[in-house]
T-cell receptor
């Protein structure tokens, strides 16, 4: 009964490297989200997915790629990491779109040097 | 997008005190949640409360949807209540349910 998990929990990488953050949920929720949390900006939506193979951009998508081949997984890839992508990344899921409660993973703290 | 204002931004209490945190929305929301971000950074769901009042132990929340605000009450605070409290909501009529977050209230409870 893991709920929603993220891996790795901490990651340090260098500028220019590709990094993939993993998100896995066990509830079979349709919707999944990626947010980033930064001081002064709060949490902002990067990408979301309404179902397997359906993804769309959020507020701050530049420099990120997502995929969703299976309902339970929603990986986020930084194609060429930049220092401005140093942040805490949260994955979330909800049963459906609209007025449904969202549940958040434990977060991944990413540092780009 | 929706603007979310939380007040106060910082709150320092002694153990046993009561407090009220407020969240105002610039537009109508239909998915209002309160979260506690603990010192380890995890976002813990406290309440899903689009309207009305709910209670969970020492915590309770009230949302007045017609006036676009929500309140979180913490009674008999404990040191473990320390952390940041966020409210968030999604736009009424949104089929996505994307959450707009406030900047949070940093709560520190001293023994």
């Amino acid at each position: 009964d893991a709920g929603i998990t993220q891996s790795p929990r901490y990651k340090i990488t260098e500028t220019g490297r590709q990094v993939t953050l993993m998100c896995h949920q066990t509830w079979s929720h349709s919707y999944m989200f990626w947010y980033r949390q930064d001081l002064g900006h709060g949490l902002r939506l990067i990408y979301y997915s309404a179902a397997a193979d359906i993804t769309d951009k959020g507020e701050v998508p530049d420099g990120y790629v997502v995929s969703r081949s299976k309902t339970e997984n929603f990986p986020l890839t930084l194609e060429s990491a930049t220092r401005s992508q140093t942040s805490v990344y949260f994955c979330a899921s909800s049963e459906s779109g609209g007025p449904y409660e969202q549940y958040f993973g434990p977060g991944t703290r990413l540092t780009v040097t | 997008g929706i603007q979310v204002e939380q007040s106060p931004p910082d709150l320092i209490l002694q153990e046993g005190a009561n407090s009220t945190l407020r969240c105002n929305f610039s537009d109508s929301v239909n998915n209002l949640q309160w979260f506690h971000q603990n010192p380890w950074g995890q976002l813990i769901n406290l309440f899903y409360i689009p309207s009305g009042t709910k209670q969970n132990g020492r915590l309770s929340a009230t949302t007045v949807a017609t006036e676009r605000y929500s309140l979180l009450y913490i009674s008999s605070s404990q040191t473990t209540d320390s952390g940041v409290y966020f409210c968030a909501g999604s736009a009424r009529g949104s089929t996505l349910g994307r959450l707009y977050f406030g900047r949070g209230t940093q709560l520190t409870v001293w023994p």
